[in-house]
C-alpha cells in the first residue's frame, strides 16, 4: 500500500495542534478569571479570593507549562510537513508568528515569574499588575496567532507574486475579514473554558464539602458570569456564520449538509453526508430553517456543496457532525447556565446534588466544544490551505515521503502520549490537594522559576491520602 | 530605496541567537548528558539545580531562532526542516522529555529514576542531533528552485555522526566546566577529574572535523587556503582556549575553565561562519538569495529592536540573581 504524506502530514498537525490548543484556551480564560480574583483581593482584603487565586495559580502553571511544551513543536511543524507554504506565506507569517512568539517571552520573562512567585515578595498592588499584564499576554499571543489563521481562511493585503505571498497593506493582511469574528468567537471560548472547568472542579469540591465557602464563592462567580456569555457566543457564532457564508459559502453548505443551492433549506438536526453520491443517505431536519437562519427571510437561499467540482469540496460528513457537537454542547451549557440562575433562589445552587454533578461533568465539555469548532474551521476550509489560493496539496514539502511522516506521526503519539499523560495526571494530583492548607515552604527565595514550581504538590499518592483525606502540602 | 542591507543586519542577529543558544542551552544539555555518570543522587540533585533556574530560558533563544528564521531567512526554514526532517524530530522529542524531567523530576519520589533517565536520554539526544544539523549545514543540500529534493536520510552520514559527536563532547566539556564553576566539594572534584579527558576528546574530535572539512567542499578548501590567511587566527585561538582550559583546571581555577570554553565555542564558531560566508543554505545559495521580502525584514525587526534588550536584561538578572554556588540539599524542590 502507497502511504499517502498529504493525508498523514494532515493527520500529524490536527493531532499535534488540537493537542496543543486545548492547553492555550484554558488558560487564556484562567488568566483572566486569577486577574478577576486577584483584583478582588486587593480591594476587599477577603482571604478568600487570596486563598481561591492561589489555587487556580497552581492549576494555571501546570497548565501553562504543558501549553510551552506543546507549542514548541508546533513552530517547526509548517517547516517540516509543509515547507513549500511555509517558504510561501513567510512575508507575511514569518513576521505574525514571530511576534507571536516574542510576546510570549516576554510575557514569560516579565511577568509570569512575579505572578507565580512573586504574592508575599512585591507590593499587592505590583502583584496584581503582573496578574493582569499575564492575562493581557496571553490575548495579545491568541491575537497573533488567530490573525495568521484568519489570514489563511480570508487572505487580504497580499498579492501572490510568483509562488510567494508578498504583503501589499500590513493592517488589511492582519485585520483580514474573519479576525475579528474568529477573535471575539475564540476570547468567548477561553472564558466558557475558564468558567465552566473553574465552576466543574468547584461543584465537585462542595460534593465533598471541601473548602465550602471559598468554592460556593467561586462556583457563584463563574455562573454569573456563564449566564452572558453563554448565550453571547450563541449570537456571536451566529455573525461568525454569516462572515463565513460571505467569504467561504462551500464551507457553510458542509456545516449545513446542504448539497444544492436552493431556497427553503431546512436546519438538519441528523443525516449522514454520502459525499460520494452528493446527497444525504437519510435526514431529519427543521423545515426552511437553515434558510431563515443563514439569510434571515424563511425562502432564502442557501449555497450547497455541489456548487464546486468535487476536489474543491471539503469532506463534509467531518464538518457537518463536528458543526453539530459544538452547537450541542453550546446549547447544554446555555440551559447549565440558566439552571443555575434559576437555583439561585433560596440559595439552592450550590447545594443541589445532580446540579453539582451536572456541573463537574460539564468541565470537560468546552475542550470538545473548542476542538469541534477547530474541525469545522479547518477542515472546513479544505483543500484550500490558503483560502482560493493555495492548496494543501502544493503546500506540503516535496520532499517528504509517506514513510517519513508516517514515523514522525507515530513518533509525536508516542511522545505525547508518555509526557502528557503524566502531566495531566500531575494537574489531577493538583485539583485532588485542592486548595486546603496552601504553606509556602521557606525556601522559596532560592526556588528557581519554573512554572511547575508553582505547585507544590508530590508527583505521587501519598500513603494517608487515600479515600478522600486530603494530603498534607510539601513531602520534601 | 532600500535604506539598509537588512538581511545581512538579520544575518548578524540570528548568528547571535545560534551562539546564546549553544552557549546557553549547551551547557544544560552537557550537564543532562553527564547526568548517569554523576557520583550519586545527591550529586544530581544538586546538578539539576544549578540549571533549574536559567533552562528554559536558554531554549527560548532556539524557539526564537526557529521564528526568526521563518520570517527572515524563510528559504533556509524550508530547506532545512524538510532536509533534516527525522533529525529535527529527534530533536523535538529529546528537548521535551528532558522539559519535562525538569518539572516532575523534582516532585517525584519512587519514580525519580524514570525521570533521570529521560533527562540523561533527551539532553544526549538533542545535543547529537544538533551537532548532525551543524554537519548536514557543512555538507550542503541538494536542491532545485529553492527546494530541498534530497532524500530523508541524506543528512546522517559518517560526517554528520562525527560532528554529532562532537556536540556531545562539547556540550559535555561546557556541563562539566559550568558544574566547576556552579559547585564545590566532591562534585566539583568529579567535575575537575572528568574536565581534562572531555578536554582531550572534543580536541580529538574537533580536529578531525577540522581536517575533513575542507574535503567536504571545494569553496570551504578555497577560503581556509587562498590568500584569505588572517581567519587562521581562528584555530590559532580555539588551541590557546583549549590550553587556557587546561591550565586553569590544573591550578583548579573556578570560573576560568568555562570561560574558556565558552572561548573555545565562539572561536569554532567563527571558523565555521567564516568557511561557508555568505552561503546560508549550501552550496548554492546565499543570505541574500534566501532573505525574505524587505518589507517584512522591516517590520519584524522594528519589534525586535525593542524586545531583544530587555530579553537581554533580564537574561543577565535572572543569571545574577542564581549566581554563586549551589549547595547540596538547597534550592529546588
Given at each position: 500500500m502507497e502511504l499517502d504524506p498529504l493525508i498523514l502530514s494532515r493527520i500529524q498537525f490536527a493531532f499535534v495542534v488540537s493537542f496543543h490548543a486545548i492547553f492555550p484556551v484554558f488558560t487564556i480564560g484562567l488568566a483572566s478569571y486569577i486577574a478577576v480574583l486577584e483584583g478582588l483581593a486587593f480591594k476587599t482584603e477577603n482571604p478568600l479570593w487570596v486563598k481561591l487565586s492561589a489555587f487556580w495559580t497552581k492549576v494555571f502553571a501546570v497548565v501553562f507549562g504543558m501549553g510551552v511544551v506543546s507549542g514548541i513543536v508546533m513552530s517547526f511543524q509548517f517547516g517540516t510537513n509543509w515547507s513549500n507554504f511555509a517558504q510561501a506565506s513567510a512575508n507575511f507569517l514569518g513576521p505574525i508568528l514571530s511576534y507571536e512568539v516574542v510576546t510570549a517571552f516576554f510575557l514569560e520573562a516579565a511577568f509570569l515569574g512575579v505572578l507565580l512567585f512573586g504574592r508575599d515578595k512585591v507590593p499587592a498592588g505590583v502583584?496584581?499588575?503582573?496578574?493582569?499584564?499575564?492575562?493581557?499576554?496571553?490575548?495579545?499571543?491568541?491575537?497573533?496567532?488567530?490573525?495568521?489563521?484568519?489570514?489563511?481562511?480570508?487572505?487580504?493585503?497580499?498579492?501572490?507574486?510568483?509562488?510567494?505571498f508578498y504583503v501589499t497593506s500590513w493592517s488589511e493582511a492582519i485585520f483580514n475579514p474573519s479576525f475579528p469574528y474568529r477573535f471575539a468567537h475564540m476570547a468567548l471560548a477561553s472564558f466558557l473554558t475558564g468558567g465552566f472547568v473553574v465552576a466543574g472542579v468547584s461543584a465537585w469540591y462542595l460534593l465533598l464539602g471541601r473548602e465550602v465557602e471559598a468554592n460556593k464563592k467561586a462556583l457563584s462567580m463563574c455562573l454569573w458570569l456563564l449566564l452572558f456569555i453563554a448565550p453571547a457566543q450563541a449570537v456571536l457564532g451566529d455573525f461568525h456564520g454569516l462572515n463565513t457564508l460571505e467569504h467561504q459559502p462551500t464551507k457553510v453548505a458542509a456545516m449545513e449538509g446542504n448539497w444544492e443551492t436552493s431556497p427553503n433549506v431546512p436546519l438538519l438536526l441528523f443525516a449522514i453526508p454520502d459525499q460520494e453520491n452528493q446527497r444525504n443517505v437519510y435526514e431529519i431536519g427543521i423545515p426552511s430553517l437553515a434558510s431563515f437562519i443563514l439569510t434571515h427571510e424563511w425562502d432564502g437561499e442557501v449555497p450547497g456543496v455541489s456548487a464546486v467540482p468535487v476536489e474543491e469540496q471539503p469532506p463534509v460528513a467531518i464538518v457537518f457532525w463536528s458543526f453539530r457537537v459544538m452547537v450541542g454542547i453550546g446549547l447544554l451549557m446555555i440551559a447549565f447556565a440558566v439552571t443555575g440562575l434559576v437555583l439561585r433562589a433560596g440559595g439552592r445552587y450550590w447545594r443541589t446534588s445532580w446540579f453539582l454533578q451536572g456541573m463537574r461533568f460539564m468541565s470537560i465539555t468546552p475542550f470538545f466544544a473548542v476542538l469541534t469548532g477547530w474541525f469545522v474551521t479547518e477542515v472546513g476550509r479544505a483543500p484550500w490551505l490558503v483560502y482560493g489560493q493555495m492548496t494543501q496539496a502544493q503546500a506540503l514539502t516535496p520532499?517528504?515521503?509517506?514513510?517519513?511522516?508516517?514515523?514522525?506521526?507515530?513518533?509525536?503519539?508516542?511522545?505525547?502520549?508518555?509526557v502528557f499523560s503524566a502531566g495531566v495526571y500531575y494537574l489531577m494530583r493538583v485539583l485532588y490537594v485542592g486548595l486546603e492548607d496552601q504553606d509556602e515552604d521557606e525556601h522559596e527565595a532560592e526556588r528557581p522559576?519554573?512554572?511547575?514550581?508553582?505547585?507544590?504538590?508530590?508527583?505521587?499518592?501519598d500513603e494517608d491520602e487515600h479515600h478522600g483525606k486530603p494530603a498534607s502540602q510539601g513531602g520534601h | 530605496m532600500e535604506l539598509?542591507?537588512?538581511?545581512?543586519?538579520?544575518?548578524?542577529?540570528?548568528?547571535?541567537?545560534?551562539?546564546?543558544?549553544?552557549?546557553?542551552?549547551?551547557?544544560?544539555?552537557?550537564?543532562?548528558?553527564?547526568?548517569p555518570f554523576a557520583p550519586n543522587e545527591e550529586a544530581r540533585d544538586t546538578m539539576m539545580n544549578s540549571v533549574a533556574p536559567v533552562w528554559d530560558g536558554n531554549e527560548t533563544w532556539l524557539v526564537l531562532g526557529g521564528a526568526?528564521?521563518?520570517?527572515?531567512?524563510?528559504?533556509?526554514?524550508?530547506?532545512f526542516l524538510p532536509a533534516l526532517y527525522i533529525g529535527?524530530?529527534?530533536?523535538?522529542?529529546g528537548l521535551i522529555f528532558r522539559g519535562v524531567a525538569f518539572e516532575f523530576r523534582f516532585k517525584a519520589r519512587t519514580s525519580r529514576y524514570l525521570w533521570n533517565w529521560a533527562f540523561a536520554g533527551g539532553s544526549t539526544v538533542a545535543s547529537f542531533a544538533q551537532g548532525a544539523v551543524v554537519g548536514a549545514y557543512i555538507q550542503g543540500f541538494e536542491t532545485a528552485n529553492g527546494v530541498y529534493v534530497g532524500g530523508a536520510l541524506d543528512w546522517l552520514t559518517p560526517f554528520t555522526v562525527l560532528t554529532g559527536l562532537g556536540m556531545l563532547a562539547g556540550y559535555s566539556l561546557l556541563g562539566s566546566t559550568w558544574l566547576i564553576m556552579?559547585?564545590?566539594?566532591?562534585?566539583?572534584?568529579?567535575?575537575?577529574?572528568?574536565?581534562?579527558?572531555?578536554?582531550l576528546a572534543v580536541l580529538v574530535v574537533f580536529g578531525i572535523i577540522g581536517v575533513w572539512t575542507p574535503f567536504v567542499d571545494e569553496l570551504v578548501r578555497e577560503r581556509w587556503f587562498s590568500n584569505l590567511s588572517i581567519i587562521w587566527v581562528l584555530p590559532v585561538l580555539t588551541l590557546l582556549c583549549a590550553i587556557q582550559i587546561y591550565r586553569s583546571v590544573r591550578d583548579r581555577k573556578d570560573g576560568m575553565p568555562f570561560v574558556a570554553t565558552m572561548g573555545l565555542f565562539i572561536t569554532t564558531y567563527l571558523g565555521l561562519v567564516v568557511s561557508r560566508w555568505p552561503y546560508v543554505v549550501p552550496p548554492e545559495y546565499t543570505l541574500w538569495d534566501a532573505a525574505s521580502a524587505y518589507e517584512s525584514q522591516l517590520f519584524l525587526l522594528l519589534g525586535l529592536l525593542f524586545v531583544i534588550p530587555i530579553v537581554l536584561v533580564y537574561t543577565a538578572w535572572t543569571y545574577w540573581v542564581f549566581r554563586g554556588k549551589v549547595r547540596a540539599g538547597e534550592g529546588y524542590h
Open positions: 502583584h496584581l499588575f503582573a496578574a493582569i499584564m499575564v492575562a493581557l499576554g496571553t490575548f495579545i499571543s491568541s491575537f497573533w496567532i488567530l490573525s495568521a489563521n484568519s489570514w489563511m481562511q480570508t487572505p487580504a493585503g497580499t498579492e501572490l507574486r510568483d509562488g510567494v520532499s517528504l515521503t509517506g514513510g517519513m511522516a508516517l514515523f514522525t506521526l507515530i513518533g509525536y503519539i508516542v511522545v505525547y502520549a508518555l522559576k519554573r512554572p511547575f514550581s508553582a505547585a507544590h504538590v508530590p508527583f505521587e499518592i | 539598509f542591507d537588512l538581511p545581512l543586519i538579520w544575518a548578524f542577529i540570528i548568528g547571535f541567537g545560534i551562539i546564546m543558544y549553544v552557549l546557553m542551552d549547551g551547557f544544560d544539555l552537557g550537564v543532562g548528558i553527564l547526568f526568526g528564521l521563518l520570517a527572515a531567512f524563510p528559504m533556509v526554514y524550508s530547506i529535527v524530530f529527534l530533536l523535538l522529542a556552579k559547585t564545590e566539594g566532591y562534585l566539583q572534584q568529579w567535575a575537575y577529574k572528568i574536565t581534562l579527558p572531555l578536554l
